[in-house]
């Protein structure tokens, strides 16, 4: 099944499609490598995120950081808004295995703890299911 642009871009997907992306693989790995926000829909939002909507705000971040014509940015907002858990984390995953194949993530932090915070947050989201099943394998250096 081929996804259309228009199924991912600005909105998640109606339903037949999410219960494509639940049971097959392969429609699940084109949908999230085309989509920054179904790939935050399908491996990162929790059980109780999926129970409320995407906040504007934070969809509005998540077509910032899908859009490759913006260069650069400044994001700013409130603790537990989510900023860190989209851009630090589900983004420099998804820059890497999805639709831009990123190939180096800089994240710049104000301490060394924070930036270890960071790494162990991405190595986490990397080695959950199904995502280490579909994107992976994933190698560690020391």
């Not at 399908?42 to 969809?59: G, H, I, S, W």
């Not at 900023?83 to 983004?91: R, V, W």
């Not at 060394?112 to 990397?126: D, G």
């Amino acid at each position: 099944m081929k996804i259309m642009k228009n199924q991912i871009l600005n909105e998640l997907p109606d339903e037949e499609l999410i219960k494509k992306v639940v049971c097959d693989p392969a429609v699940r790995q084109e949908f999230t490598r085309k989509s920054f926000l179904g790939f935050w829909a399908v491996y990162c939002m929790t059980n109780m995120e999926k129970q409320y909507d995407l906040a504007p705000f934070q969809r509005e971040i998540i077509d910032i950081l899908q859009d490759r014509s913006n260069l650069f940015f400044v994001l700013e907002g409130s603790r537990g808004s989510a900023k860190t858990s989209i851009a630090n984390k589900a983004y420099a995953v998804w820059s890497i295995v999805g639709e831009q194949q990123i190939k180096f993530i800089v994240i710049l932090t104000n301490t060394q703890e924070q930036a270890r915070q960071a790494m162990t947050n991405i190595k986490t989201l990397m080695l959950t299911e199904p995502l280490r099943s579909d994107m992976g394998p994933f190698k560690e250096a020391e």
